[in-house]
């Protein structure tokens, strides 16, 4: 099965400074790459994903790069502000078969500072 | 309006006791999820259904059951809680077909199991 790995497991940044979190998988049958964020108490929300046909995709102050040779994808906030604080979970999936079953990495506490 | 919504949102129960998590979504998924988390933790696939009558176990074993007699629904069930059982249980739920990626989650089922 697939095996998503994410890392840092903790990331403090300075209010308007870039964070990326990066993340790697294992399954080549893999081709679809959300990024979820969950911020304390409420419930994990989509934040930006991308499918394995490109290499990059940008929605405003967020981007994933995803580099399948590698098997990794990475997620990167620019201008950090104090409201992006949360815990980030990458994952990875086929679109098709298997259940589309989501495997999650294990997430990232992101913490913006003043 | 289209959610997934869970009940109840808070339980404390007593060790032994059999109990019923209700998920329902209006959205028209065909596949449901129930992922096991502590705070801020790891999330952990625990039961999957790709339709009616379809219910598979997850990554984590889990004592739990769940069935699916209605596309809507997906309750999961503990027949006799334990503390280890303690954690919050969350339900999600995706479309179908290749272009239908996203995983929409519900607010969330918090057990204490005394």
């Known amino acids: 099965g697939e095996n998503v790995e994410q890392h840092p497991s903790t990331l403090s940044v300075q209010e308007g400074d870039s964070a990326v979190i990066k993340c790697t998988y294992s399954?080549?049958?893999?081709?679809?790459f959300p990024w979820y964020k969950q911020e304390l108490g409420k419930r994990p929300q989509l934040i930006i994903d991308?499918?394995?046909?490109?290499g990059e995709k940008k929605d405003q102050r967020i981007a994933v790069t995803l580099n399948k040779t590698a098997k990794h994808f990475s997620l990167h906030i620019t201008e950090t502000q104090p409201e992006d604080s949360a815990v980030y979970f990458c994952a990875a999936s086929p679109l098709t078969g298997g259940g589309n079953k989501l495997t999650f990495g294990t997430g990232t506490q992101l913490k913006v500072e003043l | 309006e289209a959610d997934i919504y869970q009940t109840p949102r808070y339980l404390v129960i007593g060790t032994g006791k059999k109990i019923t998590l209700e998920c329902s979504q209006t959205m028209g998924h065909d596949k449901m999820y129930w992922y096991q988390q502590d705070p801020g933790m790891e999330l952990h696939l625990i039961h999957y259904?790709?339709?009616?009558?379809?219910?598979e176990k997850g990554d984590l074993s889990s004592e739990s059951t769940v069935s699916r007699i209605r596309t809507e629904h997906f309750p999961l069930t503990l027949e006799s809680a334990r503390p280890s059982h303690t954690s919050q249980y969350l339900c999600?739920?995706?479309?179908?077909?290749?272009?239908?990626?996203?995983?929409?989650f519900g607010e969330g089922s918090r057990l204490t199991v005394l």
């Open positions: 259904s790709y339709g009616v009558n379809s219910t």
């Open positions: 991308i499918r394995s046909n490109v």
């Open positions: 399954d080549s049958a893999s081709n679809y």
């Open positions: 999600a739920s995706r479309g179908t077909g290749i272009n239908t990626g996203e995983l929409f």
